[in-house]
């Protein structure tokens, strides 16, 4: 997080992100404070990468990631992020699980997604906690459980999310222990993602060969309607 | 207490078990599989995707594949290839030299033996760019690894699945593997 974070606005804790998601003022102050503006550019480097003249973006994303303090206050933001999202996720799950909409073996997928997702969660609050910050709370989610097409798109779509924002922060994280987690969790997401993507006969590579990460800020906006 | 926390706390056991401390040993794994500077790094990645992309475009065609083995072998092959392009420039960028395209050897005759292979040269790249993630010294890098791998996870799920097998074989996290973990597996592959 760059310098204004040592100021008397840091975010408390527990519930910021939670705040940020219902609240368009808070988030907009938040994500200008952590400087994730260059969350949304730092797919540029792919595109310089294969050929793209957009050298401008992809030195721009360097120096945003770059510019990130070292500290861990920036590390410990994201994780309550994930942290968040793994809260819904969860929440998710358990609903379509309740649901009993799927049977076999697509329905043993989706309980082990679940549990995998709650495994998640356990995970961050422990890196929360190493680090020395406070978990934020379970947020109040509702999602709509109406059929098992629909469930299964919802699921699609939330996990393709979640891929997206585990890799929009991955950059971003400061501490190597914290990286190695959020990748090992990432690439969980994925393969969850590309799993729905098989039922629902939708692309398991959506965004082809190359994934593209999606900011906090966009992240945020897409689980809003589902919080209650 | 939120209907959400009332139900992990039921499951808090479960998370001790399997939460943090199943992280814990891959994360000092993770770390120990330093291998020189990001363009060594990227060298290794670009060997990875040079077997991939030649295992589905070449071998695929080989041993004749049909139905949904040969339409992921076509929709991977091309996008192994992308990697392949992108990780070359990038090599560039960073002022080091691509590697060259290795010869392989691809011990499969059948779609069977095809999509186990595939199953584990997919299921090892995800452990591969995991492992190096941390280790790669430049943000912009690490960002496109990450688009990267998250493509190999994808692929590696949608395979699993079509042999019946797990599409997620380590659970709720995938296990970083080191250049030698890597190597024991990609190895034998590579014919020079």
Known sequence: MSNPANDQSVPQP??????????????????????????????????????????????A???????????????????????????????????????????????GLIKEFGSQEMTHVEALKGAVEKLGGTPVTAPEAKFPIKSATQVALLAYTVENLGASAYLGQAPHIQNAEVLASALAIHSVEARHAATLGTLVKKSVTPDGAFAVPADMSTVLAAVKPFLA | MTRASFILRGALATGALYGTTAVAPFVSQALASTGGGDAEILNFALTLEYLESDFYTVKGKQVGLSGQAKSYATLFGAEEEAHVSALTAAIRQLGGTPVAKPTFVFPTTSESSFLALASVLENTGVGAYNGAGPSLKSKAVLASAGSIVQTEARHAAAIDLLIGKSPTPNQGFDRPLTKAEVLAKAGPLIKA
């Open chain 1, 61 to 107: 994303a360097t120096t945003a990631a770059s510019t990130s303090s070292s500290s861990s206050t920036g590390d410990l933001a994201i994780l309550n992020y994930a942290l968040t999202l793994e809260y819904l996720e969860t929440d998710f799950y358990r609903g379509v699980v309740a649901s009993d909409f799927f049977t076999g073996k697509v329905g």
């Open chain 1, 14 to 59: 527990a519930g910021i992100v939670e705040r940020l998601v219902r609240d368009d003022v808070d988030r907009k102050r938040f994500l200008k404070m952590a400087g994730s503006a260059g969350a949304a550019s730092f797919g540029a480097f792919v595109l310089a990468a294969c050929g793209s003249s957009s050298k401008t973006a992809s030195t």
